[in-house]
């Protein structure tokens, strides 16, 4: 690390310590050729994941539509904040564990779809009927099916 007075090279660490909300590492320098101290502050490097929509275009993640997307789903449903939450986090964890800097939406949407329905099937079909543009009645009823199958295919196992 290079001193901020005297611009040297040769700087060691004194003390490191985690700040008070735990997401940097502040460490207290002094530099070995002008005895200046100084603080620095190491954090993780945030990186910016853009999701590639439906039409091609791109913006940037924002959690906020997956929680709005989520909320709307589970509307008149036993289904806390705190759950929603989660689920959010979650599938954010498997956005981040990719290591991409760009996911398609529907490979967010699928992510989803995947924790709603274990958390309410009744808000996985909400959100799937959206996600998936069900045209008809048919669309419902399938996807019901398809879920009633699996939750019995599990059962079974």
Same mark, same amino acid.
């Given at each position: 690390?290079?001193? *901020? #007075?005297?611009?040297?090279?040769? @700087?060691?660490? !004194?003390?490191?310590? /985690? @700040?008070?909300?735990?997401?940097?590492?502040? %460490?207290?320098?002094?530099?070995?050729?002008?005895?200046? %101290?100084?603080?620095?502050?190491? %954090? &993780?490097?945030?990186? /910016?994941?853009?999701?590639?929509?439906?039409?091609? @275009?791109?913006?940037? &993640?924002?959690?906020?539509?997956?929680?709005?997307?989520?909320?709307?789903?589970?509307?008149?449903? *036993? =289904?806390? +904040?705190?759950?929603?939450?989660?689920?959010?986090?979650?599938?954010?964890?498997?956005?981040?564990?990719?290591?991409?800097?760009?996911? /398609?939406? /529907? #490979?967010?949407?699928? +992510?989803?779809? $995947?924790? !709603?329905? $274990? +958390?309410? *099937?009744?808000?996985?079909?909400?959100?799937?009927?959206? &996600?998936?543009?069900?045209?008809? =009645? $048919?669309?419902?009823?399938?996807?019901?099916?398809? !879920?009633?199958?699996?939750?019995?295919?599990?059962?079974?196992?």
């Amino acid at each position: 690390m290079k001193c *901020p #007075y005297c611009h040297s090279n040769n @700087t060691k660490v !004194l003390d490191s310590r /985690t @700040t008070e909300d735990d997401t940097a590492i502040r %460490r207290r320098r002094i530099c070995e050729d002008c005895s200046k %101290r100084f603080s620095t502050y190491e %954090r &993780y490097e945030d990186i /910016t994941i853009m999701v590639i929509k439906k039409d091609e @275009t791109r913006e940037a &993640y924002d959690r906020s539509k997956i929680i709005n997307g989520i909320v709307k789903s589970c509307q008149k449903r *036993p =289904v806390s +904040l705190d759950q929603i939450e989660q689920v959010a986090k979650n599938v954010e964890i498997k956005i981040n564990h990719t290591g991409k800097k760009e996911v /398609t939406s /529907t #490979y967010i949407g699928e +992510l989803v779809m $995947d924790e !709603l329905k $274990d +958390l309410d *099937p009744v808000a996985y079909v909400r959100f799937a009927s959206v &996600y998936r543009e069900f045209k008809d =009645v $048919d669309s419902f009823y399938n996807e019901i099916i398809n !879920l009633r199958d699996k939750k019995d295919a599990s059962i079974e196992q």
